[in-house]
């Protein structure tokens, strides 16, 4: 069974700080999701990482796959009230359609 | 366009009783997914449609639980008798391939009294 298990389950931070989150698992991921999940709402994607080692940005958002796609961060960049949110990552194994979904980040931001 | 629409948003209910979720997708989506979210287990896939046909319905719970895709469009999740251990958000999502982005409903949240 591939687990993601993601780190810090908690976090409260002040407008303009900057903030990691962390996504580990010890299995190999073929591709890796992360999305943001508002109160009331379902899960967003924000962004798909294919590649070990591969960085992507949206605006104040970097993502990061792990060289042997085990790991993945998500680094925010003066943090917004906007921000604020669940952030979950989800590993998939390739062709299989079952994503495996790390119980996620619930980051505060307060104004 | 509209996306994945789930009704009801919330509903409590009694032990015992039936309950039925409804999933309406995006048009032209070809995968279903319907996930339940609890605090201690997170996101977790019950169940998984293709082309209206279920391929993967290991993480249904138990008997209690049954989902239908009566046509490419709509989905239906219940669960009868209903138990407090029910208790959960549950999500549909669609895609476009079944390892496509999952777009996801708001959710129903059920309450089992």
């Known amino acids: 069974t591939q687990l993601l298990e993601q780190s810090p389950q908690f976090l409260s931070i002040q407008e303009g700080e900057n903030l990691t989150v962390y996504c580990n698992s010890s299995s190999v991921f073929s591709s890796l999701q992360w999305y943001r999940q508002e109160p009331g709402e379902g899960p967003v994607l924000l962004v798909t990482?294919?590649?070990?080692?591969e960085v992507k940005k949206l605006k104040r958002l970097t993502f990061q796959f792990g060289d042997a796609r085990k790991d993945s961060s998500l680094h925010i960049t003066a943090a917004q009230p906007g921000d604020t949110g669940l952030y979950l990552c989800?590993?998939?194994?390739?062709?299989?359609?079952?994503?495996?979904f790390g119980k996620g980040t619930l980051l505060t931001v307060n104004p | 366009d509209a996306g994945v629409i789930q009704s009801p948003r919330h509903e409590v209910t009694e032990m015992g009783q039936e309950v039925t979720l409804r999933c309406k997708l995006i048009s032209g989506h070809n995968s279903l997914f319907w996930y339940r979210q609890t605090m201690m287990r997170g996101l977790e896939l019950l169940i998984y449609f293709n082309n209206n046909v279920p391929i993967d319905d290991s993480g249904m719970p138990e008997d209690r639980f049954s989902a239908k895709m009566p046509n490419a469009s709509f989905s239906t999740l219940k669960i009868q008798p209903s138990e407090p251990r029910d208790s959960a958000v549950y999500f549909c999502a669609s895609s476009l391939r079944s390892t496509g982005e999952l777009f996801f409903g708001e959710g129903s949240r059920l309450t089992v009294l």
């Open positions: 990482v294919v590649t070990g080692g």
């Open positions: 989800a590993g998939s194994g390739g062709s299989n359609y079952k994503l495996t």
